[in-house]
């Protein structure tokens, strides 16, 4: 019984780290190694504890900077809405799997990770680095400090992970049309209005508040990822 017992303990005191507030126990811990463990079998959030409905929605919008071939001459997409791919495949579906809201969860994740950093180190996310190594932002962030520990790190995944959805989009929505150098995302949110019996306001009629962040350089991914990314970003929406 007493194995049984230390291992039941040993995964309380992971999850127990993954669903709470950022600390300098966690941060010892590190944070790759608890979602290692956590992902993708025991993933866990705060909302579990405390279940309400729904008071707001987030967006995720990609766009691509695309050279023509023959021309030499490129320009900027327009920003296309990734999360309505997703509302279209989860649209009937009670228990979609985590695949289908990756945008949205990425966003969210984004959210959270900058609002750890202070007023000046989120007004360096809008530098554009598609010429010069992303890294460099993170450098520029721990200079400019003031942030929660582990803010920067927390925020640079987040940024990598969005640029990876951002390309593999891109790749497979306009890459037929030239080359592509570089990608930029940009994550928004809004909230769901107040139920009233006598109102027709939907969620589609509130403003989205974005937030802006640079280009950045296009990221190769292998015929592989693509096929499998052409499945989920063709979905046709309504």
């Known amino acids: 019984m007493w194995p049984l017992l230390a291992v039941v303990l040993a995964h309380s005191l992971i999850i127990g780290l993954w669903v709470a507030p950022s600390t300098a126990f966690r941060d010892a811990v590190g944070y790759d190694r608890v979602r290692e463990y956590v992902q993708p079998w025991f993933q866990q959030g705060w909302s579990l504890f405390a279940p309400t ?52 969860r990425t966003a969210s994740y984004v959210h959270s990770a900058r609002s750890d950093l202070s007023d000046e180190q989120r007004d360096l996310l809008t530098v554009d680095f598609f010429e010069t190594p992303v890294d460099e932002l993170r450098t ?64 589609d009629d509130q403003d989205i508040d974005y937030r802006d962040y640079g280009w950045r350089h296009h990221q190769e991914l292998t015929d592989q990822q693509l096929e499998l990314f052409a499945q989920y970003a063709t979905t046709e929406v309504d």
């Open 140 to 203: 520029m962030l721990e200079e400019e400090g003031g942030g929660e520990s582990g803010a920067v790190d927390r925020y640079m995944r987040a940024d990598a992970t969005a640029t990876l959805i951002a390309a593999a989009y891109s790749e497979v929505t306009w890459g037929e049309q030239g080359e592509i150098i570089r990608v930029q995302y940009r994550t928004g949110s809004r909230r769901v209005p107040p139920y009233q019996l006598e109102q027709d306001e939907t969620l």
């Open 53 to 104: 409905p729904k008071r707001g929605d987030v967006v995720f919008e990609a766009r691509a900077f695309v050279v023509d071939l023959e021309t030499g001459e490129g320009e900027p997409t327009e920003w296309a809405r990734v999360t309505d791919i997703e509302n279209a495949l989860v649209h009937g579906d009670p228990a979609p799997p985590r695949t289908r809201k990756v945008s949205r």
